[in-house]
């Protein structure tokens, strides 16, 4: 069965480096998105992308943040410049198609900011 | 922001019996309706989507959904210890944007 894979599954940074989360989303899937959990919270939102291009963006999701489909199947997240407060876990997700589609999680990048 | 609210539990139900989880939503303009498991330290997983109102069954799992009450619940039938995790409920905002409740943990007692 096909499914969103991710890596690394942890990673460790200093406070104010950059950092890049890859993802390889379902195969014939053709929206991708980038959610965030820190521990003991709820998933939250980050973006949305289709078709080489954002379509939806939480408050989260400021001008440390981008996204990027570098090639045919990765799609990855990078942070600029990390803070204590972007310790989490990432999840990234996949659907077929947009409004209302179901959408498919990796098993995640626990990212650790020192 | 639109809020999706669980109780966070712990719901405890004895193996072999029902257990029900609820989830209550604020945005009337909601369609489109989720259920996810998720294991301590694991990723969520999708187990059912619901669409339309009434109920929706998927072997031992049933979905309801009512959008005048603006309450979806899910049931797990002869519960088993493995069915023991923290179980999301998302909701649809927006294009594709899913907004989560705080999860409820199950725990199935042997």
């Known amino acids: 069965e096909p499914e969103v894979t991710q890596t690394p599954s942890h990673q460790v940074t200093q406070m104010g480096q950059e950092v890049i989360l890859r993802c390889v989303p379902i195969?014939?899937?053709?929206?991708f998105y980038w959610y965030r959990q820190i521990l003991g919270q709820k998933v939250e939102f980050l973006v949305s992308?289709?078709?080489?291009?954002?379509?939806?963006k939480s408050e989260i999701f400021d001008d440390q943040f981008s996204v990027e489909r570098p090639d045919g199947s990765n799609f990855t997240l990078k942070i600029r410049s990390t803070k204590l407060e972007d310790s989490a876990m990432y999840f990234c997700?996949?659907?077929?198609?947009?409004?209302?589609?179901?959408?498919?999680f990796g098993p995640g990048t626990r990212l650790t900011v020192t | 922001q639109k809020e999706v609210e669980q109780n966070s539990g712990p719901l405890s139900v004895p193996e072999g019996a029902i257990a029900s989880l609820n989830c209550t939503y604020s945005?009337?303009?909601?369609?489109?309706f989720f259920w996810y498991r998720q294991y301590s330290g694991k990723s969520p997983e999708l187990i059912m989507s619901?669409?339309?109102?009434g109920d929706k069954e998927d072997g031992r799992f049933t979905a309801q959904l009512n959008k005048a009450s603006q309450y979806v619940s899910l049931l797990i039938r002869d519960s088993q210890p493995s069915d023991s995790a923290t179980y999301l409920c998302?909701?649809?905002?927006?294009?594709?944007?899913?907004?989560f409740g705080q999860g409820t943990r199950l725990t199935i007692n042997p």
């Open positions: 997700a996949s659907s077929h198609g947009g409004l209302g589609a179901e959408q498919y």
């Open positions: 195969s014939n899937h053709l929206y």
């Open positions: 992308f289709y078709n080489n291009e954002i379509s939806e």
């Open positions: 945005d009337r303009g909601s369609q489109s």
């Open positions: 619901i669409y339309s109102n």
């Open positions: 998302a909701v649809n905002q927006g294009a594709q944007k899913l907004v």
